[in-house]
């Protein structure tokens, strides 16, 4: 079985940083993307960022661009991000996911395991 574990969740002033990470375990494959999404009770999960299977390829959500950042270590299969510049909009509960395909996308579709979750929340 895959798991994957999220960390670094936790609150956070206005303008301020987190960083959270999140590491594959069990039966994995480093060949594959990974992305953050995030959801609130009663809204659809957002994409926010997303990572190839190397890590040369990135995609970053139009609301988070220019403030979070994404990288990835292959050897321990890890994918960690940077938030700079919170806004409370930011708070959600954010999940890593890990695809079947190699290349960053942008669909929850495209992505077949999912962490439990880290709730963020950032206040005024």
């Known amino acids: 079985q895959v798991q994957l574990v999220e960390s670094g969740g936790g609150s956070a002033q206005a303008g301020g940083s987190l960083k959270l990470s999140c590491v594959a375990s069990?039966?994995?494959?480093?060949?594959?993307?990974m992305a953050w999404f995030r959801q609130r009770s009663g809204k659809e999960r957002e994409f926010v960022a997303a990572?190839?299977?190397?890590?040369?390829?990135?995609r970053i959500g139009d609301s988070v661009k220019g403030r979070f950042t994404i990288s990835r270590v292959t050897a321990t299969n890890t994918i960690t991000f940077h938030m700079d510049f919170l806004e409370p909009e930011d708070t959600d509960v954010y999940y890593c996911?890990?695809?079947?395909?190699?290349?960053?996308?942008?669909?929850?579709?495209?992505?077949?395991?999912w962490g439990e979750g880290t709730q963020v929340t950032v206040s005024s």
């Open positions: 990572i190839g299977w190397s890590g040369a390829s990135t």
């Open positions: 996911a890990r695809a079947f395909r190699r290349n960053p996308a942008e669909d929850s579709e495209d992505y077949a395991r």
């Open positions: 069990g039966r994995t494959d480093r060949r594959y993307a």
